[in-house]
C-alpha cells in the first residue's frame, strides 16, 4: 500500500496564538469544509481537545455518507496537534497542523500523510479523484481560515486586551 502526502503551509497575518485559538475548537471544522461535504460533528459540544480526544463525524463523499472517528495523539498548544483516523475512508490518515511565528505572523502548515483502502485500485481513485479533491480542499480552507480569521481578530484583540487590563487591575 502506498502512502501519499499532501502537505500545505499558509502565511498568515496573525500571531500564532490567534490563529492556534481558532483550530483548538474542532467545531471551527464546519467552517472550513466545503459544502458538498455535508460535514457534520457527532461528538457533542464543547469538545475539550487534548491528547486522546476522540472526535466523531460524518462527511458525504460522492452521494454516500460516510462516518469518521479520529483521535487526538500530539497537543501541543499553540505549536502544534496530530489528529489520526480510527475509524473512516482511509487505511490510514495522519494529520500534523503545525503554527510557526514568522515574520509578519504565523506560518501554519498541514501535512497529511493518507493510505487509499482497496490497493492497487485505490491508487488509481487516487490519481483520478482522491488527490484532487484533497487539494481543492485545502485550498477551500486556505480561502475561508484567511477570512475567518479577519473578521474575528478585532474581538480577539479587545478580548486579550480587557483580559489584560482586568489583571493590571486586580
Given at each position: ?77 499553540p505549536f502544534c496537534f496530530v489528529d489520526e483516523q480510527i475509524k473512516g475512508p482511509y487505511s490510514f490518515w495522519h ?52 477570512n475567518l480569521l479577519a473578521r474575528g481578530y478585532s474581538r480577539y484583540l479587545s478580548h486579550k486586551q480587557s483580559v ?7
Open positions: 500500500m502506498k502512502t501519499f502526502t499532501l502537505t500545505r503551509k499558509q502565511q498568515l497575518p496573525y500571531p500564532q496564538e490567534y490563529v492556534f485559538s481558532f483550530f483548538k475548537s474542532p467545531e471551527n471544522l464546519a467552517y472550513i469544509t466545503p459544502e458538498s461535504l455535508d460535514f457534520r460533528i457527532l461528538t457533542p459540544s464543547p469538545i475539550s481537545m487534548r491528547v486522546g480526544t476522540i472526535i466523531d463525524y460524518t462527511i458525504r463523499w460522492f452521494g454516500v455518507r460516510l462516518r469518521w472517528r479520529t483521535l487526538i495523539t500530539t497537543y501541543e498548544p494529520h500534523t497542523h503545525i503554527f510557526e511565528e514568522s515574520a509578519g505572523g504565523c506560518a501554519m502548515v498541514d501535512e497529511v500523510r493518507y493510505v487509499l483502502p482497496f490497493g492497487i485500485v485505490g491508487e488509481a481513485i487516487h490519481g483520478l479523484f482522491v488527490r484532487h479533491q484533497l487539494e481543492r480542499i485545502f485550498d477551500y480552507r486556505a480561502r475561508v481560515i484567511e489584560s487590563a482586568h489583571k493590571v487591575v486586580q
